[in-house]
């Protein structure tokens, strides 16, 4: 029993991880129909500013909103930059973009002048009580994941469903044009849609970074593609079912690799998932018929 | 008469000239964008690695299987485009390229990530190709693709290629079977990656998981856009370029990735059909030039 509920634990704070990236991809997506690979890069330079700072001052809780604050001013300026002046080209033209973007970015990362080539330890105190119990231990950076991916998601929620421009969101996600028509200025929900994706994307980072002490310019490849699948799953553009599909790739990985093993790669597990839905369900789980 | 290194780029160039042609003939013939080419070009790459360190077979048998089997897994791979497009099937792909490294690092029968070593070179009645004979080995094969995508794009089946691109319903509506001619293509770009792979492998004498790896399907595909996604022009000069000026230009070695990727950037903001791909910027001036249209 204690260790099905331990099981069960380290999957749920891998869920909010891979949540926490796939809800600015699912995001992007709903709006502008582009799978933004370029998501992945935000993610690890989140991590990387994070690192920095906490490199400077020793102090998580400083490193934290400002790795956010730099990832969701990254999004924003690859939207700006980039992705306004293609909106309306074949949707291939964003995609190559989009792949350019994250192989810029990916390649200046893993110069010495900053990551470089190897492997940083992120060594944080994060400073939070570890939750301990007969059936259940969570160390004090599972309770952090666990709180504040709770935290950012209710924060979404409040913005999508209480908050005018959350409104003007769902409109322009459901028509562009004709939301555009009615006065919502499509511009400034595209660039608050990358402004909120992205610092989450960042906070990921972090949180990634810190749970398994390691920052290097490649981690947000696996990840970045597992994001991918979780979005396809969950139904593109779709946050609930994003979040739900979060979870059920991360649980499915977490208990194959505990009870059965390493048969497969563990990362072949998102592929499989990702070829058996667009086979049989290619609107994703909760998507419709 | 040439000096070594520039006969080693010469073979690279053929090889990612193959490469890109094979990719063209998927994404620029049939429309189906992939990530995962460089899938592929490791299936080639490990089957001829394998049959002839492993089983003892001669490079000439090796490099035929090499075609047939990545020819076949393309076929299987492209099982998936025919239920979803565009964007789902680029996940796909890329998922696929993922997957094989994968396989390829941590499976022990591929070798591992120490790879496959002593890879023999190929030879005929006591001939070893090596230097400017495996060059020319290269160039036949090279030929043999550009053959091969010319009469592509002068038939039928070229045709159909084109229509699945532009609209697959309507495609469908004229009695094209959209679903066989998307596997037609899997089937032989794959065929001619695993090709390029099989040489590959035979001039290197080791390959490792890491040469096959996401970032290279990316190389492959900047090529193809950088010199004009449809055209074999297009796809001969990006992968000579592209190729060769990292090897050449020292500063744009260190930052091979960053070019690439700019590229890719660049050109889709700018010039989306290419350097000399139709309706390109310089394509239209060389063409008024020669006084043609």
Redesign the interface.
């Known amino acids: 029993m204690s260790s099905f509920l331990q099981i069960l634990a380290s999957g749920l704070v891998l869920g909010c991880i891979y949540i926490l990236l796939a809800i600015g991809l699912t995001m992007v997506y709903g709006i502008l129909?582009i799978?933004h690979i370029a998501h992945a890069a935000v993610y690890t330079i989140g991590a990387a500013v994070g690192l920095g700072v906490f490199n400077l001052t020793g102090n998580f809780w400083l490193s934290l909103p400002v790795a956010m604050v730099a990832g969701g001013i990254t999004g924003v300026l690859i939207y700006l930059g980039?992705y306004r002046?293609?909106l309306d080209?074949p949707?291939?033209?964003?995609?190559?973009?989009s792949?350019?973007?994250?192989?810029?970015?990916?390649?200046?990362l893993q110069k010495k002048w900053l990551l470089g080539p190897y492997m940083h330890a992120f060594p944080a105190q994060v400073g939070l009580p570890a939750l301990r119990t007969p059936y259940l231990n969570l160390t004090s950076n599972e309770v952090l994941i666990l709180t504040l991916t709770f935290l950012l998601l209710l924060a979404v929620y409040l913005i999508m469903n209480r908050t005018k421009i959350g409104l003007g969101w769902r409109a322009s996600a459901q028509d562009r044009d004709m939301a555009a028509a009615l006065g919502v200025n499509i511009n400034q929900v595209i660039a608050l849609n990358f402004l909120i994706g992205s610092i989450l994307a960042a906070a990921a980072g972090v949180l990634v970074g810190v749970y398994y002490n390691k920052v290097f310019a490649t981690m947000g490849?696996?990840p970045s593609?597992k994001a991918?699948?979780i979005i396809?799953l969950g139904g593109l553009g779709n946050i609930p079912g994003t979040i739900l599909a979060g979870f059920i790739l991360a649980l499915a990985e977490t208990f194959l690799v505990a009870t059965v093993g390493?048969v497969?790669?563990r990362?072949?597990i998102?592929?499989l998932v990702?070829?058996l839905v667009?086979?049989f369900r290619?609107k994703g789980l909760l998507g419709g018929s | 008469m040439f000096g070594q290194y520039f006969i080693t780029i010469l073979i690279l160039c053929g090889i990612w000239a193959v490469l890109t042609l094979s990719l063209n003939i998927l994404t620029g013939y049939a429309g189906q964008v992939s990530l995962g080419h460089a899938a592929f070009f490791g299936i080639g790459a490990y089957t001829s690695a394998l049959l002839t360190t492993r089983y003892s077979w001669s490079f000439w048998p090796a490099f035929l299987a090499s075609i047939i089997i990545t020819g076949l897994v393309g076929g299987f791979l492209g099982l998936p485009s025919l239920r979803v497009r565009h964007d789902f099937l680029v996940l796909a792909t890329m998922g696929i390229n993922f997957v094989m490294v994968g396989i390829f690092k941590y499976v022990d029968f591929f070798g591992g990530a120490m790879g496959i070593i002593n890879i023999p070179k190929p030879s005929l009645w006591g001939i070893v190709f090596r230097g400017e004979k495996f060059l020319l080995l290269v160039l036949v094969y090279l030929a043999f693709t550009l053959w091969l995508c010319y009469y592509l794009s002068r038939r039928w089946a070229g045709l159909a290629l084109r229509a699945v691109k532009s609209d697959e319903d309507a495609a469908e509506v004229c009695g094209i079977s959209v679903a066989r001619f998307k596997i037609y293509a899997f089937i032989i770009s794959g065929a001619l990656a695993g090709g390029a792979g099989s040489l590959y492998a035979h001039f290197l004498g080791s390959i490792f998981p890491d040469h096959f790896a996401f970032a290279e399907s990316i190389v492959i595909l900047s090529m193809l856009v950088f010199g004009g996604i449809g055209t074999i022009r297009g796809a001969l000069l990006g992968a000579f370029l592209l190729k060769a000026l990292p090897e050449y230009l020292r500063v744009v070695g260190d930052y091979r990735y960053t070019l690439y990727g700019g590229i890719l950037v660049l050109m889709m903001l700018f010039q989306p059909m290419g350097i000399i791909g139709d309706k390109s910027w310089l394509w239209e001036k060389i063409n008024a030039w020669l006084g043609r249209r």
């Not at chain 1, 949707?91 to 973009?97: A, C, E, F, G, K």
């Not at chain 1, 792949?99 to 200046?108: H, K, N, S, T």
């Open positions: 129909q799978l980039v002046k293609i080209a949707r291939i033209v964003p995609l190559i973009t792949i350019g973007l994250f192989m810029v970015a990916q390649d200046l490849d696996v593609y991918f699948v396809v390493f497969l790669p990362d072949a998102a592929f990702l070829i667009l086979m290619p």
